[in-house]
């Protein structure tokens, strides 16, 4: 397995862990919602997560297969099409 796919989703969960406890510990909000029960704040989290991997998943497949298949040499830029291109942003 190749690095890359290894480390774009491992350093966008390092970086959604650390944004979450960055909010749930360090930064006051400063207000309180007494009938909240304590635990939505981790749900939302992990519910937010999983439907962003999943969609990162599902989108990724068509995309990031090109793009990763010039980045390591198994296709040539000049084999895509313009609108491909325009749809990758290498134009």
């Known amino acids: 397995m190749k690095k890359i ?3 774009i989703p491992l350093v966008n969960m390092l970086g959604a862990v650390s944004t979450y406890i960055y909010f749930s510990f360090i930064w006051d909000s400063g207000t309180v ?3 909240i029960p304590a635990y939505y704040r981790t749900l939302f989290f992990v519910i937010g997560f ?3 991997t999943f969609v990162y998943v599902l989108s990724s497949r068509t995309t990031m297969k090109a793009l990763l298949e010039i980045a390591y040499g198994k296709a040539d830029i000049q084999s895509l099409e313009v609108d491909e291109l325009i749809i990758y942003k290498v134009l």
């Open 5 to 7: 796919n290894v480390l």
């Open 33 to 35: 919602q007494e009938n």
């Open 50 to 52: 999983t439907v962003l």
